[in-house]
T-cell receptor, first 114, second 114 residues
Framework: SQTIHQWPATLVQPVGSPLSLECTVE??????LYWYRQAAGRGLQLLFY??????ISSEVPQNLSASRPQDRQFILSSKKLLLSDSGFYLC?????????????FGSGTRLTVV | GENVEQHPSTLSVQEGDSAVIKCTYS??????FPWYKQELGKRPQLIID?????GEKKDQRIAVTLNKTAKHFSLHITETQPEDSAVYFC?????????????FGSGTRLQVQP
């Protein structure tokens, strides 16, 4: 069966520090991969998605970047964190295909920038 | 791009009553509409979905209806229980040639009073 792993679960980082969040998927090939951010009490904002290795689509211009170095690995990064980067970061995957199926979300990373 | 509006933002019902959450979407080519439930501090989980070739789908106490002409879809929960308390998100998929990512509504916080 397919599983998605996301780490770390919680993170407290100072303003201006770098960030690296990792997500890996097991049990499937060629997944669509996604990074979403959820501010406290708010909805789900799409940050990046990827339909293949090295293919990244950015939804919101900001100081974050994403990379997909391997088929089932998706990394979210920042060179210098801002206070506004605080939030709940969720990785998700879906089956590759013409029609989107439901996502499966990872357990999330709660990031607090201080 | 796609825009999904969700109402109400908060909903309080008595245990045993029904709850209805409504969403509208803007892209007439959208063809897949999932609903997610997110408990406090947890990841969103898919609870039910519907495709554009179906008008209604039911799974025990949960049902979803879709009106493609009016571009709206709704989640119906009958005989609500305290464990139904959570935030619910609707979402819509893009057209087959659009971006491969779901657009989410802003969420509805459902509180079931015992």
């Amino acid at each position: 069966s397919q599983t998605i792993h996301q780490w770390p679960a919680t993170l407290v980082q100072p303003v201006g520090s770098p960030l690296s969040l990792e997500c890996t998927v097991e049990g499937t090939s060629n997944p669509n991969l996604y990074w979403y951010r959820q501010a406290a009490g708010r909805g789900l904002q799409l940050l990046f998605y990827s339909v293949g290795i090295g293919q990244i689509s950015s939804e919101v211009p900001q100081n974050l970047s994403a990379s997909r170095p391997q088929d089932r690995q998706f990394i979210l990064s920042s060179k210098k964190l801002l206070l506004s980067d605080s939030g709940f970061y969720l990785c998700a995957w879906s089956v590759m295909g013409v029609i989107i199926n439901g996502y499966t979300f990872g357990s999330g990373t709660r990031l607090t920038v201080v | 791009g796609e825009n999904v509006e969700q109402h109400p933002s908060t909903l309080s019902v008595q245990e045993g009553d029904s709850a209805v959450i409504k969403c509208t979407y803007s892209d007439s080519a959208s063809n897949y509409f999932p609903w997610y439930k997110q408990e406090l501090g947890k990841r969103p989980q898919l609870i039910i979905d519907i495709r554009s070739n179906v008008g209604e789908k039911k799974d025990q106490r949960i049902a979803v209806t879709l009106n493609k002409t009016a571009k709206h879809f709704s989640l119906h929960i009958t005989e609500t229980q305290p464990e139904d308390s959570a935030v619910y998100f609707c979402a819509a998929s893009p057209s087959d040639t659009g971006r491969r990512a779901l657009t989410f509504g802003s969420g509805t916080r459902l509180q079931v009073q015992p």
